[in-house]
């Protein structure tokens, strides 16, 4: 006699699916690859400063298998400098939907956000442009060849700030984008603070012995008009100085990566493109040579790729002081990781660019540009500022 079904289907989800059932304290994250909503804390990731947290995330999952979690992942975010906060925890719960189709987010996107907003720089504009002059300096004199300078816009709402339809808009202007949300409350925050946005910068992705990585550097504003959109990419697929910063990242990434790999292909740059801004970009892949290996886990090589020159510098710790001397904030999680890892090793990581931290009713959002021998700064200021555009589009803030 043949005994009664007792398995139940597994639930089918859609990426709107996951969105609804987003709540604060929820991790979010979805990209071509798919959609991830990881729901309490099974285990918290000890991240203490300067250690690795690979390591820490390995043992953490090798943990929770033994304890009876199926499949289980960490899920996060690590912050830019070594001594900078990291947000990383096995969930309890890890829903999976395929990537956003464009329309799947509209109902959660049509949600009202805020509509009366106050805009403060950090710094003063005027002030950036001169930090960028000091980079120039900094440059001349050969102490770097290259720094990225930060700055952000503290942006103050009449109402608390709701962040799920702000990823369901972020995910409507570029379903191409990864848009994620982690919670990164500290001890002692008045309340839940959450780090949000729409990155287009691939740290790495990793499907078994396979690795993707792909490098952003060298930008223009995107144009509302298509005939001088034309005329930026041919400029930006031509300009010797766009080319020289992002060859200087591609060398790094490609330096840190190939002795993890049997093979490594990194093809010349191209233009792409986001809703706010051009980008060369260079996708390069890889061949694991032993992915068995805890250190070619997703978490481990993106910790060894962290900070690329597309958001620290050459040298990085030289260029990593430039930044703190010059920068008047601690940059927090904003130019460093974001993403998920599984106990197979696999997983994708994004660095955290084109984003915002949210609390209560404030949101800072942050944005910088690559500084290089050549440089402008009333360029780079206009940069910065039009990257704030992906952000501010979504919050429904004029300029
Ligand atoms: C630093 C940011 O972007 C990075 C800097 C770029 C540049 O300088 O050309 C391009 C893409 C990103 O790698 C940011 O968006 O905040």
Redesign the pocket.
């Known amino acids: 006699m043949s005994s009664p079904v007792l398995a139940r289907p597994r639930p089918q989800y859609d990426a709107a699916d996951l969105l609804t059932a987003y709540l604060p304290g929820s991790f979010y994250y979805s990209s071509r690859r798919g959609t991830l909503l990881a729901d309490g804390v099974h285990a918290v990731v000890p991240a203490e400063p300067g250690t690795s947290r690979a390591q820490a995330a390995a043992r953490a999952l090798a943990d929770a298998r033994a304890a009876g979690l199926a499949d289980p992942i960490v899920a996060g975010a690590v912050g830019f400098r070594p001594d900078d906060a990291a947000s990383l925890v096995v969930p309890a719960l890890v829903r999976r939907a395929p990537a956003p189709d464009g329309t799947a987010t509209a109902s959660a996107a049509s949600v009202p956000v805020p509509a009366a907003w106050t805009v403060t720089p950090q710094p003063d504009p005027v002030d950036y442009a001169e930090a960028v002059r000091k980079a120039l300096l900094h440059i001349e004199t050969g102490d770097i060849d290259k720094v990225?300078l930060?700055r952000a816009l503290d942006v103050t709402a009449d109402a608390p700030v709701s962040v799920p339809p702000l990823l369901a808009r972020l995910t409507r202007a570029d379903p191409a984008a990864h848009v994620f949300a982690v919670d990164v409350t500290a001890p002692g925050d008045p309340a839940a603070r959450t780090l949000f946005g729409a990155s287009?910068?691939l740290l790495i992705s990793r499907r078994g012995r396979t690795v993707t990585v792909n490098?952003?550097?060298?930008?223009r504003p995107r144009s509302a008009d298509d005939a001088e959109n034309r005329r930026r990419i041919d400029d930006l697929r031509t300009a010797a100085k766009d080319h020289a910063?992002h060859a200087l990242v591609i060398r790094q990434v490609a330096d840190v990566l190939r002795p993890f790999c049997s093979d490594l292909d990194v093809p010349a740059p191209e233009v792409v493109g986001t809703p706010t801004m051009w980008?060369l970009s260079t996708r390069i892949t890889g061949t694991l040579d032993d992915p068995d290996d805890p250190g070619s886990s997703s978490l481990a090589l993106a910790e060894a790729l962290h900070p690329t020159p597309?958001?620290c510098g050459v040298p990085t710790t030289t260029a990593r002081d430039v930044i703190a001397d010059l920068e008047p904030a601690s940059r927090g999680y904003y130019?460093g990781l974001v993403g998920w890892s599984g106990a197979d090793g696999d997983g994708e990581w994004v660095?955290t660019?084109?984003c915002a931290e949210a609390s209560g009713r404030s949101v800072r959002v942050?944005?910088?540009?690559?500084i290089v021998a050549g440089s402008d700064p009333e360029a780079e200021l206009a940069?910065?500022r039009a990257?704030f555009r992906t952000l501010l589009g979504a919050l429904g803030v004029a300029e």
């Open positions: 990225v930060a287009p910068e490098p952003l550097a060298g930008s910063e980008h597309a958001v130019a660095v660019i084109r942050h944005a910088g540009a690559g940069e910065t990257k």
